[in-house]
């Protein structure tokens, strides 16, 4: 079967009733004809692939780029932002993606993200303790949510703590608003100074830290540069924090919403990790349900016949994908208890989250630490009036105030 003949289907969807639902429309799309043109707002348009099995052809296959992607996004700037975001990680494929991940993967190793875990879990315990002294409700979001993910990532790269408070700022600004042109690109330009600044202060005096780490493996191979470290730096300050602290939020309200699931967590705490990876599964981190859209290089068949031409824009609704009935039975609904769970959420193939282990110790923490310090959590504000951050690249909520 070629590529459809039908009118493309205007795009994004709206949104749900209730925020911490995916648009009914992308399941329509999925269990029906599953691949479908879409066209934007500004007239742009591309292909959205929903079924879990096309999903995770677009993460696996080499046939579609996220190097053409990157290049092409890089190409209408001369900003910083635009270089680094075509220096990145995910913006890379096989070889020059092989050669730098296997780097980076010497010292980001799952070992050493397990032993952080007693020093998360500290930081943890040490922001709830404030939680507890302030008037109820507290916003979760600004208190907990937001801090703890970059708190960790600080201390991951080795940022000395007076610094810490300026580089929220920074990362906040770079992660948030995307029509923020201007104070994003000045967020990139001081994280891009403030990182070569650090390396160089590095490498006259090292410590126990991942970038000290990069920066010895560089001295190592000499094809690790300083500015492939600081990009390195930046991508794992983007990816370990604005995701980490949404799903913080997010994680939270959906099990509140969700409350006979909620009842059995805290009658089985052990069963935290568990309930994580099946939160990871049904908890949208885009309004699309989407991650970062792939180009085809080559014409590639999908899984109902059709074949998807060179040259066109791709968007796997991963969060989609990862409620779909012919692996998931009764998708659509919070099970904590499921199991086997092979969701995408961390992607899958070359770009598979290098942080994925880092971003389980976070949420499984946070989430055992609130269940038993609060065991009357509720919000604080009916779910109304709950609102997700505007125009941000991975969804979030504004705030989340609660009481216990």
């Not at 540069?225 to 991508?235: D, N």
């Not at 199991?339 to 961390?346: I, M, R, S, T, V």
Request: with cysteine; glycine share 6%; proline share 8%.
């Amino acid at each position: 079967m070629s590529e459809s003949t039908a009118e493309p289907i205007p795009f994004p969807f709206p949104d749900p009733p209730f925020i911490g639902d995916l648009p009914p429309e992308l399941a329509e799309i999925r269990d029906g004809d599953s691949v479908v043109e879409v066209k934007f707002p500004d007239g742009m348009g591309g292909w959205l692939v929903t079924k879990h099995a096309d999903i995770r052809k677009v993460l696996v296959d080499p046939r579609f780029s996220s190097k053409v992607m990157a290049a092409a996004a890089a190409a209408m700037s001369e900003t910083e932002t635009g270089k680094l975001m075509n220096e990145s990680l995910v913006g890379m494929d096989a070889p020059e993606h092989t050669r730098l991940r296997k780097l980076v993967s010497r010292a980001f190793t799952a070992r050493r993200m397990e032993l952080m875990r007693p020093r998360v879990a500290q930081l943890v315990a040490e922001y709830l303790d404030e939680m507890e002294t302030q008037p109820q409700p507290v916003d979760l979001v600004k208190n907990f949510a937001l801090p703890l993910p970059v708190r960790v990532i600080c201390e991951l790269l080795g940022v000395p703590a007076g610094d810490q408070d300026t580089f929220h700022a920074w990362s906040n600004a770079l992660l948030g608003d995307w029509q923020q042109v201007v104070e994003k690109e000045a967020a990139t330009v001081s994280l891009v100074n403030y990182f070569t600044e650090l390396v160089t202060a590095k490498r006259e005096q090292p410590a126990d830290d991942l970038m000290s780490d990069l920066i010895r493996i560089s001295e190592d191979d000499e094809t690790l540069t300083t500015r492939e470290i600081v990009a390195l730096s930046i991508g794992i300050l983007s990816a370990g924090h604005e995701t980490t602290a949404n799903q913080i939020g997010m994680f939270v309200l959906t099990l509140l919403h969700n409350p006979d699931e909620l009842a059995k967590l805290r009658a089985n705490p052990e069963a935290v990790p568990q309930a994580v990876e099946e939160l990871l599964r049904f908890v949208p981190l885009t309004t699309t349900g989407g991650i970062i859209p792939r180009l085809t290089t080559a014409p590639v068949e999908l899984s109902d016949g059709r074949t998807l031409p060179a040259g066109v824009v791709v968007m796997p609704a991963v969060a989609t994908g990862n409620r779909d009935p012919e692996l998931f039975e009764d998708g659509e609904r919070l099970n904590l208890s499921r199991q086997p769970n092979p969701h995408l959420a961390f992607g899958a193939g070359i770009h598979h989250c290098l942080g994925a282990q880092l971003a389980r110790i976070e949420l499984q923490e946070a989430l055992a630490a609130l269940l038993a310090r609060f065991p009357d959590l509720a919000l604080g504000v009916p779910e109304s009036e709950l609102r997700l951050k505007p125009a941000s690249i991975v969804r979030g909520l504004e705030s989340l105030p609660l009481t216990w």
